[in-house]
């Protein structure tokens, strides 16, 4: 396992940016499967973007076209870039790791699948 460490978040008007951040620390010689996901109040953890170990992402619905993920293994930093945020994306704000496995290569954004969370930071958009 390894450690998590988001940061980033604030509070900004609705067509906004922000770039989250989540560190990586512990085992970094192994190569991980990193997802961001996201957990509005009295709502369930949703994922909205994952990156495998080669670069190849996939994003949910409600956030493609509006944020990038991208890592930097050199850094162990993966990264969250998000623009035109709507109020809608108000959450807090989850990075997750877990070395490769199948059942991630189809499906994605299965939370149980992900054994390293971070501890969050919050986003708030105002309208």
């Known amino acids: 396992q390894v450690q998590l460490i988001e940061a980033g978040g604030d509070s900004v008007q609705a067509g906004g940016a922000l770039r989250l951040s989540c560190v990586v620390s512990?085992?970094?010689?192994?190569?991980?499967?990193m997802a961001w996901f996201r957990q509005a109040p009295g709502k369930e953890r949703d994922g909205i973007a994952a990156?495998?170990?080669?670069?190849?992402?996939t994003y949910a619905r409600a956030v493609r076209d509006r944020f990038t993920i991208s890592r930097d293994d050199a850094m162990n930093t993966l990264y969250l870039q998000m623009s035109d945020l709507k109020p809608e994306d108000t959450a807090k704000y989850y990075c997750?790791?877990?070395?490769?496995?199948?059942?991630?290569?189809?499906?994605?954004?299965?939370?149980?699948?992900?054994?390293?969370w971070g501890q969050g930071t919050q986003v708030t958009v105002s309208s």
């Open positions: 997750a790791a877990q070395p490769p496995e199948q059942r991630l290569e189809h499906f994605p954004f299965m939370a149980g699948a992900y054994n390293s």
């Open positions: 512990g085992d970094t010689s192994s190569s991980y499967y």
């Open positions: 990156i495998r170990t080669n670069g190849k992402t």
